[in-house]
């Protein structure tokens, strides 16, 4: 049986070998740019590579994505009877909540501005912020929005949470459809996306969308890029409409050189690393997604094509 990882990071290869050995003892691991034998491959774990070699894997038992995105499969071209699972995993949520917690904090206790202040050499007191008058709107309330949820509550944060079905987090106010989006926008000081990128939510955080948050407001998008209308956001911020943005991810990556994103005053960036899929905490659900399909049995985190996560 051969797993072929195929990504376009080869050194991927190492670290995944060594992780699923302990626990599929013997499993053969090889980079798809490697020579392999078709009918042995059983299991392709999947980055953001072209699906057409897919087809030519007459024994393909399962499509792994090696990301909690499935956003560069499902729009792809895809052996529909292979069931296709994604990685959902404490360590990378974690990671996330971590990477949405140190932008909230940055963001509610003015860093940006004092960082300024400091470049100009100003002792200013800019006040205390109310964490109280805070609310936080988070877009997606799956594994990662319902975790970062909890935590910004116990900072006691006022959360309120927008999903597709309503949700029952204690303490956070559940909001559906596009009225309950409009009612969480108008109330959201902080305005999170944690949310999968889908035909559906493609481009949704547009002028309209921006415009519905109070004045002031702060956006973080760890999802993915295409989720933003970048011109929309790019004259919010420019507009004063809204007063910064913590960006993790972008269409394209990596961002173009000339992006004006790179150089905006009100922009903090990162190049897509909010929340990594770590081989070791991970390769164990892999593993076992391995065997239930040599059993007979769908894989956990199942992904739904036609929903699209
Ligand atoms: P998930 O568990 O599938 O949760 C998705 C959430 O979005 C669910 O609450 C779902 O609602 C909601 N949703 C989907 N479509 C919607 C729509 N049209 N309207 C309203 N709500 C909608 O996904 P996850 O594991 O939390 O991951 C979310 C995304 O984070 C991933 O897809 C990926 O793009 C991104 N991500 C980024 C990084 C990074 O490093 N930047 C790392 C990992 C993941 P229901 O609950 O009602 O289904
Ligand atoms: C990262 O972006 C992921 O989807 O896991």
């Known amino acids: 049986m051969t797993i072929l990882i195929a990504s376009q990071n080869k050194k991927d290869v190492s670290a995944w070998h060594e992780r699923l050995a302990e626990h599929l003892p013997g499993a053969d691991v090889r980079h798809w740019t490697e020579d392999y034998d078709k009918a042995a491959v059983e299991t392709v774990l999947m980055w953001k590579v072209p699906t057409d070699f897919l087809f030519d894997l007459p024994n393909l038992k399962l499509i792994q994505s090696l990301g909690a995105g499935v956003d560069h499969l499902v729009g792809a071209a895809l052996p529909h009877h292979v069931p296709l699972a994604r990685i959902v995993d404490p360590w990378m949520t974690g990671s996330m909540s971590e990477f949405i917690l140190m932008n909230v904090l940055r963001f509610f206790r003015y860093d940006p501005a004092y960082r300024h202040l400091q470049a100009e050499g100003r002792w200013e007191d800019l006040g205390t912020p109310d964490r109280f008058e805070t609310p936080i709107g988070i877009l997606g309330m799956g594994e990662l929005g319902q975790d ?16 597709r079905s309503p949700k029952t987090v204690e303490g956070v106010e559940s909001y559906t459809g596009r009225d309950g989006l409009g009612r969480m926008l108008r109330q ?3 305005l999170i996306c944690l949310l999968p990128l889908t035909q559906e939510t493609r481009g949704l955080i547009d002028a309209e969308i921006i415009g519905l948050l109070p004045r002031g407001a702060y956006f973080i998008n760890a999802a993915r890029g295409g989720h933003v209308v970048d011109a929309d956001l790019l004259a919010a911020l420019d507009s004063g409409h809204l007063a910064g943005a913590a960006l993790d991810v972008f269409e394209p990556e990596p961002l173009p050189a000339d992006h004006p994103y790179w150089t905006h005053p009100k922009v903090i960036l990162t190049p897509h690393i909010a929340a990594d899929t770590n081989a070791r905490t991970a390769a164990r659900q892999i593993a076992e997604n391995i065997r239930l399909v040599r ?7 199942p992904v739904d094509t036609r929903r699209g996560y």
């Open 188 to 190: 959201a000081s902080i």
């Open 295 to 301: 059993a007979g049995q769908k894989p956990n985190n």
């Open 148 to 163: 970062a949820a909890r935590k910004l509550r116990m900072m006691e944060f006022p959360v309120m949470g927008w999903s």
